[in-house]
Nanobody, 122 residues
Framework: QVQLVESGGGMVQPGGSLRLSCAVS????????IGWFRQAPGKEREGISC???????FYLDSVKGRFTIFREVSRNTAYLQMDRLESDDTGLYYC????????????????WSQGTQVTVSS
């Protein structure tokens, strides 16, 4: 079975950077559309980035230009590089399969990581 294990969450100051990792087991990271999702306190979970099987990349407008999604097939891992972080980026972050070009959409069924906390605070 496919399993997704996250790492890299933590606390960072506004303007700082953080990289989240999503290690995939039970399948190749290259053969799925894989995305990143987050849930801010008191808000619904939303998709923020997606990379397709054809390597198309899509971002929520609020993170575009600051976040980068990519894969390292040799490590069977997907990443979310987050730069110029803002306090509004605080929340629980998840990687999941699948994801959508309508990037904010959340899949009803699929594979999910355990989630990791990202806190942006001074």
């Amino acid at each position: 079975q496919v399993q997704l294990v996250e790492s890299g969450g933590g606390m960072v100051q506004p303007g700082g950077s953080l990289r989240l990792s999503c290690a995939v087991s039970g399948g190749s990271v290259a053969k799925y559309a894989i995305g990143w999702f987050r849930q801010a306190p008191g808000k619904e979970r939303e998709g923020i980035s997606c990379i397709t099987t054809l390597d198309g990349v899509f971002y929520l407008d609020s993170v575009k230009g600051r976040f980068t999604i990519f894969r390292e097939v040799s490590r069977n891992t997907a990443y979310l590089q987050m730069d110029r972080l803002e306090s509004d980026d605080t929340g629980l972050y998840y990687c999941a399969i699948p994801c959508f070009e309508e990037v904010s959409a959340v899949p009803d069924f699929g594979y999910w990581s355990q989630g990791t906390q990202v806190t942006v605070s001074s």
